[in-house]
């Protein structure tokens, strides 16, 4: 498999203009600002200078193909001014850098497109954002963490705007490669951390990371591109890399020991026996149950199981302040967050808030959606519920008009089902590593539509005019 990258059309509007607008800037940033702030900022405008030379798609691509690989690093960095600089939120900052320069110049050149409904739902809700970062800062004098959290979720935005912007041009396959180009490192490392028994251990327990910060993560991340391989296999001619390629992502699924893939198995799998029919729905159900039994009897999966079995009363739970496994512990957790925002609940906390300053023991909240509602308030939470809801959609009804990609609907949709349910129980929207590619995908499959639907628009035979009167 090649990754091949052709130009776009707004990477020579970048060379003309960009190379000296970064010259100048280098020119004064290089005199040095002092370690570490200086030399970090240095390093981000060689970057960027170098993303300008080699065009808004090569960088693109090599940030999708990388970006797995980042979390590995995430206790390497800094702080400055209330927020941690590490190599993954720096990575957040370039590409939403390097989208706000992509849509500058391309409206300078009279070359911007119209942005899709999905599009414009983020960017309200970007800006709706915006203003919670100022509602944290007046509760707890913090900029910084609702800063550091708004250019998170910006960046997933911004990941949306270019590979919408680039499938429209034609580049869909080139970014799906690049999208399973970011396998290779977080498997290699899985399988060593299996092959030579430096697993790490979570609670006690030996569980499989890869590259990812947390064995969880990497689990759902696992579950999303385990939809878009079987997909391969199934519409592949040469389906014999890809099954081995599966079954590698399995194997290291299970290894992850998340009790969130084992409640994946069950909802992923039936959705997929749902939606798809024939052999295929019989040997996605024969799969659920090989994968759900091969964890649930392995030594440290059946450990985890019955965890779950002794959890006793979530009464005596909180009562006690004691929890029995992580979801009694989850639950204990809720009920205090939920107590501890009862003065800011109708308002919210403020974006980013909740576990430095909501949490008494300063954890994330493990529900992205009883998150958004601590931060932000109910109406924050009923919009992030349309955002998602409206992501569902864009893998549904965009297909409909969408040739290249019509087969890839009910994976897509699968891989989609899952990241959401497991958001509930898990921090899932903050794990950027994991966010790129589900809406590089959604940005895929509006890109492709997009440029499709011109060409399938049928076209109508010229009107005959009638003989003017004798």
Known sequence: MTLSVRPSSADGVALKG?????????????????????????????????????????????????????????????????????LASGAALFVLLIALLHRIQTWTAGQARTLSLLERLFKYWLAFLAVYVGVG???????????????????????????????????????????????????????????TGNVPLLGGIPRVTGTFYHSTTFAVYLFLFACLTLWKVVTRGDRRWWLALLLVQVIVLVSTYALTALVLVAVVGGYLAWRLRGRLRVVTLVAVVVIALTFVFSRVGSSRVEELRRSGSIKQVIETNRSTNSLTWRIWHWWLLWRQSRDHRWVGTGLGTAQPYVSPIHYDVHSDFLRMFVETGPLGATAYVGLLLML?????????????????????????????????????????????????LAGIFIGTSMREAPESRPVRPAREESPPNQ
């Open 18 to 86: 960009g190379r000296q607008l970064v010259a100048t800037i280098l020119t004064a940033l290089l005199a040095g600002l002092g370690w570490p702030a200086g030399i970090a900022i240095d390093v981000g405008v060689v970057l960027l200078a170098l993303s300008l030379v080699a065009g808004y798609l090569a960088t693109t691509l090599a940030i999708i193909a990388t970006r797995s690989s980042f979390d590995a690093f995430t206790d390497v960095g800094f702080a400055l001014a209330g927020m941690r600089f590490n």
């Open 137 to 195: 800062a007046v509760h707890f004098g913090d900029w910084g963490v609702g800063l550091r959290e708004w250019v998170r979720l910006a960046s997933i935005g911004s990941v949306l705007y270019l590979s919408t912007s680039f499938a429209l041009e034609g580049h869909s396959t080139q970014l799906l490669r690049a999208m399973f180009f970011s396998l290779i490192a977080p498997l290699t490392v899985a399988i060593w951390q299996l092959t």
């Open 392 to 440: 569902f959609r864009t893998f549904r009804s965009q297909t409909q008009r969408s040739v290249e990609l019509d087969s890839l609907g009910p994976y897509a949709r699968a891989g989609t089902l899952g990241v959401v349910a497991a958001s509930i129980t898990d921090n899932m929207m903050a794990a950027t590593a994991l966010q790129y590619y589900l809406w590089c």
